[in-house]
């Protein structure tokens, strides 16, 4: 039988976009992860090589890197980032 489902909590966070200059910023979000799974990582000119335990995956200029609450680092187009979350102040 075929099920709908809703998440059911708010899933809160942390993200930062690259934007292909910000190689600084990048470094200090990955410093954020205290699991080395997720600080597997490489700069190759306009990407970013993540390879956590499942296989790399690629951040291109414009995607948002993403750090779940388990430590977690992988990269979202930002179409989808934009539809999915939206900024908490403060």
């Not at 976009?17 to 080395?36: A, H, M, R, V, Y």
Request: proline share 4%.
């Amino acid at each position: 039988m075929i099920k709908t489902y809703v998440r059911k909590q708010p899933l809160k966070i942390q993200a930062v976009q690259w934007t292909g200059d910000n190689i600084e910023e990048i470094q200090d979000f990955f410093g954020l992860s205290d699991k080395p799974n997720a600080t597997d990582w490489a700069w190759s000119g306009n990407e970013i090589v993540i390879g956590p335990r499942k296989g790399d995956m690629i951040a291109s200029i414009g995607d948002f890197l993403i750090l779940t609450d388990h430590g977690e680092i992988f990269p979202c187009k930002s179409d989808i980032f934009e539809a999915m979350y939206e900024e908490v102040e403060g």
